[in-house]
Each structure stands twice: as structure tokens, then as C-alpha cells.
């Protein structure tokens, strides 16, 4: 649809908002139960357009973090279903952005749908993530305990301000960072901890357990 076009739809439905106030004004029955119908139908469209387009773009969001993390198996059959998504309703909304109650569903949706589509997928949790621990201790129980819950640790010994420090590089799984948070945290409540996503890794302790 044109600039022109929608300019001219947006004029007309203008007019029609301020036919709906006239109708409002004036106490016939019958124009006002014809006017709560029209409304009603105008909202259900709107509604429609802000949730084909919430699901698209959380789709398309997904998506687009899956093929940054190197994860293009489940990003190739999310975009099967985005697709279809797209053919069987985006077209719809694309031709009918042509009032005030459309282009701001439209907007709403796709505000929502980059922030579920974000939400999902950390819910989700796909690939693997690694941690740098730093711990005042030079004890090895924390590591240990690590190592027992399965997950890989490699540790060595460094240099802080205060004197000698544990470091880790914990290896896991994303879906398991809130266990591993909660095994330091109560091991060494003082630990220096930070997160990392690799793209991917080969050999080590994980080369035959993926």
C-alpha cells in the first residue's frame, strides 16, 4: 500500500472516529448498539494483529539469538514455523495497517515480541556457558564439589591485590547455571564469579558427553 493511500485511509478513518462522537452525543439505542458492534470489531482486529505479530517476532527474535550462538539446526526449524507464520497471517496485517487502532497493535506487538522472544529463549537455555570463579581460598573443596556434580573444572592459581587466589573455568550446560550459582554461593559466599557463552569448543572434558 502507498504513502498516499495510507495517508487517505488514515483521513477517512479520522472522519468515521468523529462520526462515532456524533453518534455517542446523541441517545438513539439502535445507532449506539450499532456503534458498540463496530468498535467491537475494530478491537478484535487490532487484537488479532498485536498477537500474529507478538508471535512472529518472538519467532523471528528467537531465531536470530539461535544463528548468533552457532546453534543453526534449531534455528533452520524455527524458521519453518516463522514462515508460515508470516504467510498465513503477517500478510493480512500488512494490508490492513491502514487506521490509527492497526499501526498501534502493530507497534505493541512488536515491542512484545522482542522481549518474549528474549525471554524464551533464556527459558529455553540452549547451548553451553562457561564461569570464571575467583575464590580467597586456595582450597580445593569447592572444585571438588564441582567435579561431583558434573560439571568440568579447570583450576590454577592466581595473584590479587590481597594475596593468592583459586581461579575455576567451569564448563556446563545453560539450563544448569542456576545450580552452579547456587553451589558457590553456599560454598563461598565471596566468590568472584562471571559468565561467558562459547560458540563452541571441541575436546576436553565435554568432547564426548555433548
Not at 477517512?12 to 449506539?32: G, Y
Not at 527474535?61 to 498465513?88: D, P, W
Amino acid at each position: 500500500m502507498s504513502e498516499t493511500a495510507i495517508q487517505k485511509n488514515l483521513e477517512q478513518h479520522s472522519r468515521i472516529t468523529l462520526k462515532w462522537i456524533i453518534i455517542i452525543s446523541k441517545n438513539d439505542p439502535a445507532e449506539k448498539r450499532r456503534l458498540v458492534i463496530r468498535m467491537s470489531q475494530v478491537v478484535l482486529f487490532a487484537l488479532m494483529i498485536m498477537a500474529i505479530n507478538i508471535t512472529y517476532v518472538s519467532l523471528t527474535t528467537v531465531r536470530f539469538i539461535l544463528v548468533i550462538k552457532g546453534l543453526k539446526e534449531y534455528a533452520s526449524m524455527l524458521s519453518m514455523i516463522e514462515v508460515l507464520v508470516y504467510i498465513a497471517g503477517l500478510s493480512i496485517i500488512l494490508k490492513n495497517l491502514d487506521s490509527y487502532w492497526n499501526i498501534a497493535a502493530y507497534c505493541i506487538g512488536y515491542g512484545i515480541g522482542v522481549y518474549l522472544g528474549s525471554r524464551i529463549e533464556e527459558r529455553l537455555a540452549l547451548g553451553y556457558m562457561t564461569a570464571e570463579v575467583i575464590v580467597d581460598s586456595l582450597d580445593e573443596t569447592l572444585p571438588k564439589l564441582l567435579r561431583k556434580k558434573g560439571f568440568g573444572v579447570t583450576t590454577w592459581t592466581g595473584e590479587g591485590r590481597d594475596g593468592k587466589r583459586l581461579l575455576m573455568l567451569v564448563l556446563a550446560k545453560r539450563n544448569r547455571q542456576k545450580e552452579l550459582l547456587n553451589i558457590v554461593n553456599d560454598s563461598c559466599p565471596s566468590a568472584f564469579i562471571f559468565f561467558q557463552e562459547p560458540k563452541n569448543f571441541r575436546g576436553g572434558f565435554w568432547a564426548g558427553r555433548r
